[in-house]
């Protein structure tokens, strides 16, 4: 065998000949992930274009108005078929729902000492509290509970006397 029929091969020529094909394998990897996001959003429907939105609007008022200037409506709205010989039931009267009571509070403290000032002040301003002690707070309230628009009056009468009031839903 000849010197010249041997091939040698140094380590630098294996680490460049690794490095090449590391180098292929990313860019191949980054170019499927490239070519993935791109058939993605071509599968993905497009967005609507302004003058699709404006297909979508219902008909213009003046259309819509015209059922009401002589024999439109009655052919949009059904009438139901009333049976005379059928007795006649009295509608339900529906409890009105109860309305939400509030109130306001004027101080939560964990001091007894400040919350006690405070509600004594109240009072002396013609407004009777009540201190409620809830999850180691002490908070001074109003005694009597009202509606929201009553609340909010005296609100702002309360904080023309000095106090800061916020409204709480009356428990």
């Known amino acids: 065998m000849n010197a010249r029929d041997q091939i040698s091969i140094g380590s630098q020529s ?17 170019l499927g992930v490239q070519v993935g996001k791109q058939s993605a959003a071509l599968r993905r429907p497009l967005q609507k274009g302004v003058e699709e939105e404006l297909k979508d609007l219902p008909e213009p008022l003046v259309d819509q108005l015209r059922i009401f200037e002589g024999d ?3 052919k949009l709205v059904p009438t139901p078929k009333v049976d005379a010989t059928a007795p006649k039931e009295e509608p339900k ?3 009105a729902p109860a309305p939400e009571l509030w109130t306001l509070q004027l ?12 509600a004594d002040k109240a009072k002396a301003a013609g407004f ?5 002690k809830d999850k180691g707070q002490i908070k001074v309230r109003l005694a009597k ?8 009056k005296t609100a702002e009468k309360l904080s023309k ?3 800061k009031p916020f409204a709480v839903k009356a428990e």
Do not use: H, M, N, Q
């Open 14 to 30: 294996i680490l460049w000949v690794a490095g090449v094909g590391v180098g292929l394998l990313t860019l191949a990897f980054v």
């Open 161 to 163: 006397a000095g106090f």
């Open 145 to 152: 509970p009202a509606d929201r628009a009553a609340i909010d």
């Open 128 to 132: 009777p509290t009540v201190t409620v």
């Open 93 to 95: 009267a529906e409890a």
């Open 72 to 74: 439109g409506l009655d």
């Open 107 to 118: 101080l939560s403290t964990a001091d007894a000492a400040e919350a006690k000032r405070v």
